[in-house]
């Protein structure tokens, strides 16, 4: 069971812009990480671009669960996990989008902690928040997020849409394979990587 991404970034009117992201892709070989760290933020911006402001979504992807919540404010949060993440802590894992120490919420602590007008602009390089990765290492072991159940009550008043395939999130008569091609998170060598695990039929092993 694994947590592979947390990002956090602003829903524009066209794009997504990612502002600061934390990855653990220790479980993939040296050779595919960065390929899967493009794919996963380009899999982030997707879902933030076709999600509806003030909503919380899942997305299905084979072996892969990514978890979105986009606030009014443009500012959004994804989580991407594996399946194997036990399913009585899926809330949980929206919960550290929203929650973390003493209920405090991550995507509040981004917002007081980075000015808004920074947000349409801004990049991982350039956006001074730290706390991404420590979350994300913390959050590794489902048994951590125990202290946050108490909440969950409040969660689950929410709808939480879910979608089982990142195809069910596009518009009628476009394709992913053309989205991949255009997208400028992804390079050359990560867009020859996809083709070649599309025909090979384990799209799975890069998102």
């Keep these: 069971m694994k947590l592979y991404s947390l990002s956090v970034l602003y829903k524009g009117s066209t794009k997504a812009n990612l502002l600061k992201a934390a ?66 802590f899926t809330g949980c894992v929206f919960l550290m989008l929203l929650y973390v120490c003493s209920q405090v919420k991550v995507l509040e602590e981004f917002s007081r902690q980075v000015n808004s007008i920074d947000w349409p602009s801004g990049s991982p390089a350039t956006i001074q928040y730290t706390a991404l990765d420590s979350y994300l290492a913390k959050y590794q072991n489902p048994r951590e997020a125990d202290a946050m159940t108490k ?18 999130l596009l518009d009628r008569g476009e394709k992913l394979d053309d989205l991949v091609q255009k997208s400028e998170h992804l390079g050359n060598q990560s867009k020859a990587f996809y083709k070649t695990a599309r025909k090979q039929n384990s799209c799975c092993k890069v998102m």
């Design 151 to 168: 909440v969950q009550a409040e969660l689950d008043e929410t709808k939480i849409i879910l979608h089982n395939t990142m195809e069910s």
């Design 23 to 88: 990855f653990d892709l220790s479980s993939f070989s040296f050779f595919q990480r960065s390929s899967v760290q493009e794919f996963m933020t380009f899999t982030s911006a997707l879902i933030v671009e076709r999600s509806s402001f003030g909503t919380r979504a899942s997305v299905k992807e084979q072996e892969y669960l990514c978890h979105v919540y986009v606030r009014n404010d443009n500012l959004g949060g994804v989580v991407i996990a594996d399946s194997e993440y036990p399913s009585r």
